[in-house]
């Protein structure tokens, strides 16, 4: 497959898996994470789908596209193990995460997510969802939209009896 159809293929995967994931949190009580800012396309996707919620951003750095910049409240700036400590801190909980870490480096990208799951589930919500291009660990691993292929996106749920 060309890098031009696998970008394709992962632009819908992540907008069906967001929109089943903006249906799937509705009545569930928290925020929203987004983890990797970029240019900015899956935060205003969040954000226009889901408009009552609010969008924690975690970026190193901010050069998104001048229209889908967050309120600077609500971005956290630096290395996400400092920065996933400081909204724990802060007391935020989220109903849904979405991972888009990666530095294209298979080894990398894997041992990068095993090592941030954990903070990421001490703030989420019995139940919230974690969707993810890159396997975590110690979350409930479960199926997202059909339309989906399973390896190229992946659904988590914060197991509901989760003590953090």
């Not at 802060?90 to 997510?113: C, I, N, P, S, T």
């Amino acid at each position: 497959m060309s890098r031009l159809e696998s970008m394709r293929r992962r632009l819908s995967a992540q907008i069906d898996g967001l929109n089943w994931a903006a249906r799937a949190v509705d009545g569930l009580e928290g925020d929203i994470l987004e983890l990797g800012l970029g240019n900015g396309r899956t935060y205003d996707h969040l954000r226009e789908n889901l408009p009552d919620r609010r969008i924690w951003v975690i970026d190193r750095v901010l050069q998104a596209h001048p229209s889908c910049i967050p309120p600077t409240e609500d971005f956290l700036q630096g290395e996400a193990d400092d920065m996933l400590d400081e909204l724990a801190r802060r007391g935020a909980r989220m109903a849904l995460a979405h991972y888009d870490f990666g530095f294209g480096v298979k080894e990398k990208d894997v041992e990068e997510g095993a090592r941030l799951s954990p903070l990421i589930a001490a703030l989420m919500v019995p139940g919230g969802l974690v969707i993810s291009q890159q396997p975590l660990v110690g979350f409930h691993q479960i199926a997202g939209p059909e339309s989906i292929d399973p390896e190229r996106y992946l659904f988590y749920r914060q197991p509901d009896n989760d003590v953090t």
